[in-house]
Nanobody, 117 residues
Framework: QVQLVESGGGLVQAGGSLRLSCAAS????????MAWYRQAPGKQREEVAF???????RYADSVKGRFTISRDNAKNTVYLQMNSLKPEDTAVYYC???????????WGQGTQVTVSS
């Protein structure tokens, strides 16, 4: 059974940094793509960053140059380093697994990121 546990969120001033972690279990982590998503109140969930099993990445235009996704297969963990944070980055951040056939339908609790101005 897929389990996803996000952590590392908090309150930070604009221009600051946070590193989010996602501990994954219940599947062979190293062979699967992972992604970070976020959802702000009243907004649709959006993909923020994506990383394949062979460490190819893509980012939403809004975070390019500021966020970095990485993975540690030995720890079954995916990270999101967030720098130069802006108030519009405020959201609940979730990780999830991208199977070959589509996105996993189980979502964890997420971690709240709040950026003050």
């Amino acid at each position: 059974q897929v389990q996803l546990v996000e952590s590392g969120g908090g309150l930070v001033q604009a221009g600051g940094s946070l590193r989010l972690s996602c501990a994954a279990s219940g599947f062979i982590f190293r062979t699967n793509a992972m992604a970070w998503y976020r959802q702000a109140p009243g907004k649709q969930r959006e993909e923020v960053a994506f990383i394949t099993n062979d460490v190819k990445t893509r980012y939403a235009d809004s975070v390019k140059g500021r966020f970095t996704i990485s993975r540690d297969n030995a720890k079954n963990t995916v990270y999101l380093q967030m720098n130069s944070l802006k108030p519009e980055d405020t959201a609940v951040y979730y990780c999830n697994v991208q199977w070959n056939w589509g996105l996993n339908d189980y979502w964890g609790q997420g971690t709240q990121v709040t950026v003050s101005s």
